[in-house]
């Protein structure tokens, strides 16, 4: 069982760094030490493994997600907290590098990456909810549709990033959505 666990530990370091498609068997089985029929002993193949990956993937970032935008502090507050993570723009999202793969047409790859942003958008509607009862954020707008502007504009962040080479230009895409954010909320009335 200890190759098993080190093909899923590979195969999540492995994707994250260079995609599922750049990804080899062979590439999977040198990063974990494993033996030549252990990939085909404990999976059914390459995509088998990926999406044991994935899944453990995303129930790791769920938690951190949670953790993050926890319940201490302020609705917006804890909104922020969720767009000052630390994050390397060169890296990546580890779920949202899969959805400009040609792969994420297959369900069991695709599924754990969907999870994983429909908690997070839930999380984050969440907060924003409790912000417009507490009076933080205008009724008027929709927690759900701003929760999703703030997911894209970290994954368009990473995508910019890797672009242009420049591992800060998500962290300051972040400071600006709360700067637009705060003058937004300044500017609209609370109901």
Not at 14 to 30: I, K
Not at 137 to 160: C, N, P, S, Y
Not at 161 to 180: F, G, M, P, Q, W
Request: aromatic residues 6%.
């Amino acid at each position: 069982m200890k190759a098993k666990g080190e093909l899923v530990k590979a195969a999540k370091k492995l994707m994250w760094e260079r995609g599922y498609e750049a990804t080899s068997p062979r590439d999977l089985l040198e990063e974990s030490g494993a033996g030549q029929g252990s990939l085909y002993h404990h999976f059914s193949g390459k995509m088998d493994l990926a999406s044991v990956a994935l899944r453990e993937v995303s129930d790791e970032m769920c938690e951190l997600a949670r953790e993050t935008v926890g319940t201490d502090g302020s609705a917006l507050d804890r909104v922020f907290r969720y767009l000052d993570v630390s994050r390397d723009g060169l890296k990546g999202c580890r779920m949202g590098r899969f959805a400009a793969e040609s792969s994420i047409a297959e369900a069991s790859l695709r599924k754990p990456v969907e999870r994983y942003f429909r908690e997070l958008q839930k999380i984050l509607a969440g907060a924003l909810r409790e912000a417009q009862a507490d009076g933080e954020i205008a009724k008027r707008l929709d927690a759900d549709e701003l929760a999703l502007m703030l997911i894209t504009v970290v994954q368009g962040g990473f995508v910019v990033s890797r672009v242009y080479r420049d591992r800060n230009a998500i962290n300051r895409a972040t400071e600006t959505a709360k700067a637009l954010l705060k003058s937004l909320l300044k500017s609209l009335p609370t109901r």
